[in-house]
């Protein structure tokens, strides 16, 4: 299957081009930037040769249609994160619904197989990981594109798999509120210090497995709109620094903040039957994978000031 990755040079956009690539599928990325550094090293020079990049506005309708053109199935990643929305609501629901309600119109108008969709576990609020009441307008954003998906399988029997990440962690995160801990596993592989800005319990998805739920969804479509939250491990902030410190042991990590707006249990429901033998990675072996990864690029001053703090 040629396979349309909206967002697709971001962090998870790259780990899921990747996954289907080794998969045998063709890949073509859709994003607002061209600047491939971050996929090109996240998905390797021997498969990144054969990607097809594409450059467009997803709240631009026939940006969108060219896009689609000539796939068979889509994962659409393409968003404005937290912070984003909420410094400007207008265009993060421009991005964020509207962008998303063109990819479903353009999916159906060419006959798409499949679809995979983010949303996102800040559908729910602080109270309950069962019952959708957002408090963020990127949660109110994509708990809306969840009834799209639901109205454009009624009205088209078009069919498609929202998936609800937590905390996703791993080689490439950057930005969003809960790159904190990735950003602490990179600081501690730097031999720098760094302070996790929230505190709490959270589910923490290493990308490696959340990229193989939305390439499955995508390339194994079931019929309707489904809608999976995704637990990956649940995790407290001294859980997160234990599994830091445990492969470098006197790393000068911390956190402090408010918790994350999100219930920290979510309840993943029927995704592990409907999609058998999908990947968990542990917290610990995501965690030093992730070191490994900073470690290998660290530059040789670093590299002597992370062997200085690990001695100590």
Same mark, same amino acid.
């Given at each position: 299957m040629r396979v349309l990755i909206?967002?697709?040079? =971001?962090?998870?956009?790259?780990?899921?081009?990747?996954?289907?690539?080794?998969g045998g599928h063709g890949v073509r990325t859709f994003d607002f930037h061209d600047r491939r550094e971050l996929f090109d090293e996240l998905v390797g020079s021997e498969l990144a040769g054969g990607v097809e990049h594409v450059r467009g506005d997803i709240t631009e309708p026939a940006d969108v249609d060219a896009a689609v053109e000539g796939c068979d199935a889509a994962v659409h990643l393409a968003?404005?994160?937290?912070?984003?929305?909420? +410094?400007?609501? @207008? %265009? =993060?629901? %421009? @991005?964020?619904?509207?962008?998303?309600? /063109?990819?479903?119109?353009?999916?159906? +108008? $060419?006959?798409?197989? =499949?679809?995979? /969709?983010? #949303?996102?576990? *800040? @559908?729910?609020?602080? &109270?309950? =990981?069962?019952?959708?009441?957002?408090v963020t307008h990127y949660g109110a954003y994509k708990l809306c594109n969840e009834g799209t998906a639901r109205a454009f399988a009624e009205d088209a *029997?078009? #069919?498609? @798999?929202?998936? %609800?990440?937590?905390?996703? /962690?791993?080689?490439? %995160? +950057?930005?969003?509120?809960?790159?904190g801990p990735t950003l602490a596993m990179r600081a501690a592989a730097e031999g720098r210090s760094y302070t996790i800005p929230f505190i709490g319990s959270t589910g923490m998805d290493f990308v490696g497995d959340t990229a193989a739920i939305f390439a499955r969804a995508a390339t +194994?479509?079931? #019929?309707? *709109? $489904?809608?999976? #939250?995704?637990?990956?491990?649940?995790?407290?902030? &001294? &859980?997160i620094l234990a599994a830091i410190r445990a492969v470098i042991p006197h *790393?000068?990590?911390?956190?402090?903040?408010? $918790?994350?707006?999100i219930a920290p249990r979510l309840d993943e429901g029927d995704l592990r039957s409907v999609f058998p033998n999908l990947p968990r990675t542990t917290l610990d072996e995501g965690t030093r994978l992730t070191i490994e990864f900073y470690q290998r690029k660290a530059t040789p001053e670093q590299a002597k000031s992370n062997k200085e703090i690990s001695t100590q």
């Open positions: 909206t967002g697709g040079l =971001g962090f998870i956009g790259s780990w899921t081009a990747r996954n289907l690539l080794e968003g404005v994160l937290v912070p984003g929305c909420r +410094e400007d609501p @207008v %265009r =993060g629901a %421009r @991005v964020n619904v509207l962008g998303t309600l /063109y990819l479903f119109q353009a999916a159906i +108008e $060419h006959d798409l197989k =499949g679809l995979s /969709y983010a #949303s996102t576990a *800040a @559908v729910f609020g602080p &109270d309950s =990981g069962t019952l959708p009441l957002p *029997a078009f #069919s498609s @798999v929202g998936l %609800r990440p937590f905390t996703v /962690y791993g080689p490439g %995160r +950057e930005i969003g509120i809960t790159a +194994e479509t079931p #019929s309707g *709109a $489904h809608v999976f #939250s995704l637990q990956g491990t649940l995790a407290s902030i &001294d &859980d *790393a000068a990590i911390e956190a402090d903040g408010p $918790h994350l707006p």
